[in-house]
């Protein structure tokens, strides 16, 4: 499985960006499509998941801003970032998890400015 991110980019506070993640190869191992990110110094977080049958799963800090979205017949995810904070900028990844493996996106950068 081969995942590429796309939508990062520089937006001020309270913007919005759209990312986007197309997944290929064997896709039909995919039972799970996150989003993770990463800022310096810190730790991989999970933003939002989303499964098969379309339950979502959020970190409490980006409750009511992000809304992650998934196409299964484009094999795409989406994470729509609305009312963004400086504290959002991170490297943003796509992650698809199978029933025994995962994948992992290239990342794509989100800044934030205040």
Do not use: H
């Not at 979502?56 to 992650?68: C, E, L, M, P």
């Not at 029933?99 to 990342?107: A, I, M, N, R, V």
Request: charged share 15%.
């Amino acid at each position: 499985v081969q995942l590429v991110e796309s939508g990062g980019g520089l937006v001020q506070a309270g913007g919005s960006l759209r990312l986007s993640c197309a997944a290929s190869g064997d896709t039909s191992r995919i039972n799970v499509l996150g989003w993770y990110r990463q800022a310096p110094g810190n730790q991989r977080e999970l933003v939002a998941s989303i499964n098969r049958n379309t339950y979502t799963n959020y970190a409490d800090s980006v409750k009511g801003r992000f809304t992650i979205s998934r196409d299964n017949a484009k094999n795409t995810v989406n994470l729509q970032m609305n009312s963004l904070k400086p504290e959002d900028t991170a490297v943003y990844y796509c992650k698809a998890t199978g029933t025994l493996d995962y994948y992992w996106g290239q990342g794509t950068q989100v800044t934030v400015s205040s």
